[in-house]
C-alpha cells in the first residue's frame, strides 16, 4: 500500500451519486484507505472539473483518483499536484479537443441501452426502465427502484465540451472494462483502455462495477495505491 495518508476520491457518474460508492468506500476503509466521494453538480464538465479540485484541496497528502463512466473526463481533466494516479471504471476518456460525446458515440448501442435525449432545461434523465435494462442489469430489482430513484440528470454541456490536454498523458493509470456493459460497450472501453497505455482489468461486469464487484474494484484502486 501506499503511505499512510494516501487518500481516494471517488468520482461517481451520470445518473448516479456519491451513494453509489458506498461498498467500495466501506472496502477501503477495512483495507486502511481513506476514501471520500466527490459530489458533481453535472451542470457544465468545467463545474465538474472545479467540484472535484475542491474536494482534493481538502484532502490530506497524495491522492488516487477514481472515475466511473462519464467522470472519467472529469478525472483527466483536474491538474492538482496531489493527484498521483487515476482509476477509470468503464469510463469515457477523451483525448485533447475531444468530447465525452465523441468517445461514447464510437461504438454502435446495445439493443438494450435507453435513447435519451436532453429535456427543455437541457438535462438528460435516464428512462426508469433503462436501470434495470442496461445500467445496473446486475443488481436485484430493490435496487435498481433505489438507483432510478436518487438519479442526478447530466448536463448536455457536460458532454459536448472538448477537453483540453487531459492529464493520463503524465499519470499512471489502471482501467477495468466491464464486459456486459451495455451503456458503453466493452469494446470502446478497450480501446480507450489501450490509447491510454492502462493496466488493464476484464471482469464480465455491468455498467456499475462498484455495485457487483466491489472487491475488485477495491482491489485495483489499492494496487494503484502500492503502485
Not at 48 to 61: F, K, N, P, S, Y
Not at 69 to 85: D, E, F, L, P, W
Not at 101 to 128: C, K, M, N, Y
Request: negative net charge.
Amino acid at each position: 500500500m501506499g503511505s499512510d495518508d494516501t487518500s481516494v476520491v471517488l468520482v461517481h457518474a451520470a445518473w448516479a451519486d456519491g451513494s453509489s460508492w458506498a461498498r467500495v468506500i466501506d472496502g477501503l476503509a477495512t483495507a486502511g484507505l481513506k476514501a471520500v466521494a466527490a459530489p458533481l453538480p453535472l451542470t457544465s464538465l468545467a463545474d465538474d472539473v472545479a467540484a472535484l479540485r475542491r474536494v482534493i484541496e481538502r484532502t490530506q497528502g497524495p491522492v488516487v483518483l477514481v472515475g466511473h463512466a462519464y467522470s472519467g473526463a472529469v478525472i483527466g481533466a483536474v491538474r492538482h499536484a496531489s493527484v498521483k494516479a487515476l482509476v477509470y471504471l468503464n469510463a469515457l476518456v477523451p483525448e485533447k479537443g475531444e468530447t465525452v460525446l465523441d468517445v461514447f458515440s464510437r461504438s454502435a448501442p446495445h439493443p438494450l441501452a435507453p435513447q435519451v435525449s436532453p429535456d427543455t432545461d437541457g438535462l438528460i434523465w435516464l428512462p426508469e426502465e433503462a436501470f434495470a435494462q442496461a445500467f445496473a442489469q446486475q443488481v436485484d430489482a430493490r435496487e435498481q427502484a433505489i438507483l432510478a430513484a436518487v438519479q442526478r440528470p447530466i448536463s448536455i454541456q457536460c458532454i459536448t465540451a472538448q477537453v483540453e490536454r487531459p492529464t493520463w498523458h503524465d499519470l499512471p493509470s489502471w482501467y477495468l472494462v466491464a464486459e456486459e456493459d451495455r451503456m458503453i460497450s466493452a469494446d470502446n472501453q478497450r480501446a480507450m483502455a489501450e490509447r491510454i497505455g492502462a493496466t488493464i482489468s476484464s471482469l464480465p461486469l455491468d455498467h456499475c462495477p462498484m455495485l457487483g464487484a466491489p472487491g475488485r474494484v477495491v482491489e485495483m484502486i489499492l494496487a494503484a495505491a502500492k503502485a
